[in-house]
């Protein structure tokens, strides 16, 4: 199995890990404990209804209980959805995060891609609109977009889901960095959900709670038809107990999200302002990561300063330079830029001396 994503430890150990783009502030301190809670149980069967979680996150988001549908990460809805629909053709604007193009393949589904323009950060266009038709059965959204951070225009994402609506085109809506807003509430759909039958968001507590090792996501939707489907597609205990009780604590953190808002907000700008003094190109971000353009071997080089960055030369729709950062704590933001101008200022004086014997 080949590695093609962020958070590759397990290859490069003892690196400090930008290549993947959770919660800087690390979990919390009490989901740890709950996780722990959780392990303590485990002679018992998980609830194969997640029924707390259910119950509370209904509860904390104001959205019917029976619209709610978890798994072992967002990943794994991605194929429990695909396999319950079994798309003929589908549409994925690119570039995009792997997973939904993977899916897709898995039900041999014929995928139509859109490219999507540097300039406007990697976002759907008006233009996409034309594309949802009566040829399409699936479509495959993210807001804020994997990999250039940027949140998508909401407006625009109503208009998809009113087409959507009028085809018959399932729109899978992943916003899993969408509480890394200072706004979320005025970018989700969630509430759309229940006036779009064809809607099915989707996120996960992985990145804002810092857990991806816990492994936890859900989807909304009003269809309930497709929700039954999904649940006989799955496994009955796809979510452990740790990961349900880790979940159940992570909804208390609203002071642990804000903080973290914050935090990402001015460590975004800081390192922006660094990659705008170095001269690296970069699409100014919405969240937790920014994406970089350089002519240099970046993943090669930062790993000579024991710094993992990703590679984003596996996204369909983008060129051979392209890298993301993941925007992390002062101390360790520091560090990648210490390593950055360390590179630029190498780079600069061989060019020079070159200049030199050639002059």
Known sequence: MIYGHGGDIYTYQGMLDFSVNVNPLGPPQRVIEAAKRGAELAAAYPDSRCGRLREKLSQRQGIPGECYIFGNGAA??????VLAEKPGRALI????FSEYEQALRTVGCEIKYYQTKQDNGYCIDSNFLSELNEEIDLVFLCSPTNPSGRAADRYLLCQAAERCERFGIRMVLDECFMEFLQRPEAHSMIRETGDHRQLFTMRAFTKTYAMPGLRLGYGISSDHELLERMNRARQPWNVSIPAQEAGI?????SEYVKTARKLIAEERLYLEKVLEELGIKYISSDVNFILIHTE???????????????????YRGLEKGWYRIAVRTHEANMRLVNALEDICRTESTQYKQSEEKTG
């Open 76 to 81: 794994e809805l991605l194929y429990n959805l």
């Open 93 to 96: 604007p690119v570039p995009a």
């Open 249 to 253: 604590a992570a909804l208390d953190e």
């Open 296 to 314: 240099k071997a970046l993943f090669e080089e930062m790993k000579k300063y024991g710094i993992l960055i990703r590679d984003c030369g596996n």
